[in-house]
């Protein structure tokens, strides 16, 4: 295990990845700590990470992943003895959608929770 100090602006997975670690990386706000690779192996994935050599597919599945993660979280409120507000269902139509508002600047917003 390994771990680096990273701006949350850093493509995670590309990097966990480059260093050869076949396992998620998990991100805590601050530390990157990568699973299965050394030190010396983050820290050069690392230092040759540059923003425009992380491919597109591995952008998308990263913002796949936090989509599926906050419609997990929101699962509930479809439950057969609940009622989704319009807001509810607006919001979870928003995050589904999101994928496909993706620009290569990444500047569209994550969707607000009600």
Do not use: C
Request: proline share 5%; hydrophobic share 35%; no cysteine.
């Amino acid at each position: 295990m390994a771990k680096l100090q990273t701006p949350s602006t850093v493509q995670f997975s590309f990097i966990a990845q480059a260093a050869g670690s076949t396992e998620p990386p998990e991100y805590d706000g601050d530390i990157l700590t990568v699973h299965g690779v050394t030190q010396q192996e983050l820290e050069t994935a690392y230092a040759a990470y540059d923003d425009t050599s992380a491919s597109f597919e591995i952008v998308m599945t990263d913002i796949r992943r936090k989509r599926d993660a906050l419609l997990l979280e929101t699962d509930w409120w479809g439950a057969s003895d609940q009622t989704m507000s319009d807001a509810q269902t607006a919001y979870r139509l928003a995050l589904r959608n999101y994928p496909a508002t993706y620009t290569a600047d990444n500047t569209a917003a994550w969707p607000t929770k009600p």
